[in-house]
């Protein structure tokens, strides 16, 4: 029977969807991440359909977002996104903590995520030996060059008509400085650290909130580094949406994987 129970540990916030006729200890083990602005109840259908094939899944709300949202503070762009990021990935030893504590194994951890969470999927992967496995659904394995290739954007888009040179020049120089925290979780600069990981990535040919080309390139590098353990799936048409079929997809993917 798939459950799902709210817990907090250490003031984060998570619910736990699993089935209850499997041994904790042998369940294997996901964290999965939403989106920005969105909360861990948006995620109850991607946790339901990995807890079905076994696994007991874990979805915190991301910092300011749910039920660590604040009150009259509205999310700032940029600057609160990346913030988000690192204390994702800061927070999840916290997590793994609870887990140990309960009777899960905290030694084999698969994470996964939607958008903002398929970021934290990919910086996860690059810094945790432990996280063994991911799934990124429309995410991006390139914080560095997304969060450059966004502030252009926004810059010739009515931006510099908007604010003067100076304010630009200052969103500029904080992007270079957060770059040089970035490199050190950017999955398309440490392609060693996944070589080995099994890896799924879905994206929409179409997307324009967070474009393919991240995902397309990684791939390509992927295969020219003779990487054995990802896959690659794209929907031509699709947009900043996630289909059911790659959920499908991404549980067969990593099942294949698990059971060589």
């Given at each position: 029977m798939i459950t799902i129970e709210k817990k907090t540990t250490k003031n984060i916030p998570f619910l736990v969807v699993e089935d209850k006729d499997i041994v904790k200890s042998s369940a294997p083990v996901m964290v999965f991440y939403h989106g920005w602005t969105n909360a861990k109840e948006s995620l109850m259908t991607q946790a339901y359909v990995f807890a079905l094939d076994g696994y007991a899944v874990f979805v915190p709300d991301a910092l300011l977002h749910g039920e660590r949202k604040q009150?009259?503070?509205?999310?700032?762009?940029?600057?609160?996104?990346?913030?988000?990021?690192?204390?994702?990935?800061?927070?999840?030893?916290?997590?793994?903590?609870?887990?140990?504590?309960?009777?899960?194994?905290?030694?084999?951890?698969?994470?996964?995520?939607?958008?903002?969470?398929?970021?934290?999927?990919s910086m996860l992967l690059t810094t945790y030996d432990w996280v063994t496995a991911?799934?990124?659904?429309?995410?991006?394995?390139?914080?560095?060059?997304f969060g450059k290739d966004m502030l252009v954007w926004q810059y010739e888009n009515?931006?510099?008509?908007?604010?003067?040179?100076?304010?630009?020049?200052?969103?500029?120089?904080?992007?270079d400085r957060l770059a040089s925290d970035l490199r050190h979780y950017s999955l398309a600069e440490n392609l060693n650290k996944i070589l080995e990981k099994p890896y799924f990535i879905f994206h929409g040919g179409k997307d324009e909130v967070v474009p393919v080309k991240y995902d397309r390139l990684l791939a390509e590098d992927l295969k020219k580094s003779h990487g054995k353990h990802f896959r690659y799936s794209e929907q031509p048409s699709g947009g900043h949406h996630v289909p059911y079929r790659s959920l499908l997809e991404a549980i067969d993917f990593l099942n294949n994987e698990r059971n060589q």
């Amino acid at each position: 029977m798939i459950t799902i129970e709210k817990k907090t540990t250490k003031n984060i916030p998570f619910l736990v969807v699993e089935d209850k006729d499997i041994v904790k200890s042998s369940a294997p083990v996901m964290v999965f991440y939403h989106g920005w602005t969105n909360a861990k109840e948006s995620l109850m259908t991607q946790a339901y359909v990995f807890a079905l094939d076994g696994y007991a899944v874990f979805v915190p709300d991301a910092l300011l977002h749910g039920e660590r949202k604040q009150e009259n503070r509205a999310l700032e762009g940029t600057t609160d996104f990346y913030r988000i990021l690192f204390q994702n990935v800061k927070e999840l030893p916290t997590l793994r903590e609870y887990m140990e504590e309960n009777g899960y194994d905290g030694t084999d951890i698969t994470v996964g995520g939607i958008s903002m969470g398929g970021f934290t999927t990919s910086m996860l992967l690059t810094t945790y030996d432990w996280v063994t496995a991911g799934a990124s659904f429309i995410g991006c394995p390139d914080p560095v060059s997304f969060g450059k290739d966004m502030l252009v954007w926004q810059y010739e888009n009515g931006g510099k008509e908007k604010y003067p040179k100076e304010i630009w020049d200052d969103y500029f120089d904080q992007m270079d400085r957060l770059a040089s925290d970035l490199r050190h979780y950017s999955l398309a600069e440490n392609l060693n650290k996944i070589l080995e990981k099994p890896y799924f990535i879905f994206h929409g040919g179409k997307d324009e909130v967070v474009p393919v080309k991240y995902d397309r390139l990684l791939a390509e590098d992927l295969k020219k580094s003779h990487g054995k353990h990802f896959r690659y799936s794209e929907q031509p048409s699709g947009g900043h949406h996630v289909p059911y079929r790659s959920l499908l997809e991404a549980i067969d993917f990593l099942n294949n994987e698990r059971n060589q």
